[in-house]
């Protein structure tokens, strides 16, 4: 492999019509892929999809939002569907279990909090789904990929606190494995914080289109990073606009270089030896 999206979602409906033609995509360009869950149907999607490719692995879990009743599941729709409410899952631990022994399987979420997409009475819910999420990598022993959404601009969070700090609060009490804050847009010492519990941070195609990133990216060290897509979302710069999809990674890469002044070649071999390290996929 040349590059790794450690952060996708070829598992959603946005790719139904032609994920022949994407996974070809990455094939050509040498990109391996992590997909991610959001709750059963597409946790099993992600199993089903690293089964039947090369170079493609899957994490299982469920999303904050999905365990909230209220919220309008764009994301499983896509443009033009009617509205639909998320019936609210609970994370239910035999069924992943038992999806987790299909093999290939280097993750558990993405679990944390969501305060933008739901309500403050669902605090305690995706509390609980968290904790069930990170009780579950305890046993089969693979890192958890944290989901952190602050609320909305002139909203409070639900605890009166950052998102980070709710996160870290409840990783620290429970967690005992690594773990990944992805789409990372915390401060700093959010970030150092987290580092120092065995937390390490991915980047999105965001950071080639917002310059606020940018002294985040040249502060942390390079072993603690990781690069994703997030697709179908956040297309990096040139695709902005278009679908999303997972060898578009490789603008992130190079992004990266470019903020920190680094060789390209030097970056990527970095980068891809921290996500083979932390996710295990040579073994
Ligand atoms: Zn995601």
Redo the contacts with the bound molecule.
């Keep these: 492999m040349k590059y790794i999206d450690t952060?996708a979602?070829l598992n959603l409906s946005a790719f139904s019509e032609d994920i022949d033609e994407v996974i070809s995509r990455c094939v050509e360009k040498e990109v391996a892929v992590i997909n991610?869950g959001?709750k059963e149907t597409t946790s099993a999607r992600a199993v089903e999809l690293a089964a039947e490719n090369k170079d493609m692995y899957a994490i299982i879990g469920l999303?904050p939002i999905q365990t909230a009743p209220a919220f309008h599941d764009e994301e499983e729709l896509g443009e033009g569907s009617t509205a639909f409410l998320s019936k609210g899952e609970k994370f239910n631990t035999d069924f992943y279990r038992e999806i987790s022994k299909k093999g290939k399987v280097v993750g558990v979420g993405?679990c944390g909090f969501d305060y933008y997409h739901t309500t403050p009475d669902s605090y305690s819910i995706q509390e609980e789904a968290f904790i069930a999420q990170i009780q579950f990598a305890n046993e089969i022993g693979v890192p958890l990929?944290i989901?952190t959404r602050g609320p909305k601009p002139n909203e409070a969070s639900p605890t009166g606190r950052s998102v980070y700090a709710d996160v870290y609060d409840v990783l620290k009490q429970y967690s005992k494995v690594p773990f990944n804050v992805?789409?990372y847009a915390g401060t700093y010492e959010e970030a150092k914080a987290f580092f120092d519990i065995g937390g390490t941070v991915s980047f999105t195609g965001v950071i080639t289109f917002a310059s606020v990133y940018e002294d985040l990216v040249r502060k942390i060290p390079l072993e603690l990073m990781h690069c994703e897509t997030?697709c179908p979302?956040v297309a990096p710069v040139p695709y902005r606009g278009k679908r999303c999809e997972p060898w578009m990674v490789q603008e992130v890469y190079k992004k990266i270089a470019a903020i920190r002044n680094e060789d390209e070649e030097m970056v990527r071999e970095k980068l891809i030896e921290n996500a083979k390290k932390f996710y295990k996929l040579d073994e």
Aim: net charge negative; aromatic share 16%; no cysteine.
């Design positions: 952060h979602h991610i959001t999303h993405e990929m989901h992805h789409f997030d979302y």
